[in-house]
């Protein structure tokens, strides 16, 4: 595990990729397979439903560490600290589920204790714009926003915006870096 450790940089953070029950989640593999030669140390955790939408021994291939999906409270998921989080792709259920503070999958937990933790966190919504108009997923986004979470734009008529995500993860880097470098004595 790598973390924010004084008198030291951060060479290789940790962020954490939760994948929920949609199409765009099977690329997620690759996405990380891309963190990982970017010097990222990518986990891979995906929601119930969106571990049906990826094949996970290819997904610990490409990200060097097992998928996760399961949550056991008598059988603690180990995973290192993450320096971040992002929920690419994020459906309505997982959105609004955690602007309800509701942490019933370990992908909700995951990105629930992040935010808790202050950590940067980034969702990329995928669904229809039936969903998108509801008005709890309005009121969601909204908390969440006020919490300090991030929204990237995205559009299902559209190809899934992995070249967006990987810029902003990019930049978050840039700031745990020179963040790290300024706590130096």
């Known amino acids: 595990m790598i973390s924010l ?7 290789r953070p940790v962020v954490h990729l939760v994948g929920c029950g949609t199409r765009p989640t099977e690329d997620l593999p690759d996405f990380a397979a891309a963190l990982r030669i970017a010097g990222w140390e990518p986990h891979i955790i995906a929601s119930p439903m969106g571990q049906r939408f990826m094949d996970t ?3 610990a291939g490409c990200s060097g560490q097992p998928v996760r999906w399961d949550l056991d409270p008598d059988d603690p998921v180990s995973l290192p600290e993450a320096q971040a989080v992002a929920v690419a792709p ?3 259920n997982t959105i609004t589920k955690l602007a309800a503070g509701i942490a019933d999958t370990l992908a909700l937990a995951v990105t629930a204790e992040a935010v808790g933790a202050g950590l940067p966190v980034v969702v990329v919504p995928w ?3 039936s969903l998108t108009n509801h008005p ?3 009121r969601a986004v909204r908390t969440l926003r006020a919490w300090g979470v ?7 008529s559209r190809p899934f915006p992995w ?3 990987r810029e902003h993860l990019d930049h978050v880097r840039t700031e745990l870096v020179h963040a790290s470098e300024s706590a130096l004595p």
Request: aromatic share 10%.
């Open 5 to 11: 450790t004084r008198g030291r940089s951060i060479m």
């Open 163 to 165: 070249t967006l995500l």
């Open 90 to 92: 994020a459906t309505f």
């Open 150 to 156: 991030q929204f990237l734009p995205a559009d299902q």
């Open 136 to 138: 709890q997923y309005d």
């Open 57 to 59: 021994d290819h997904a």
């Open 127 to 129: 669904m229809n714009s």
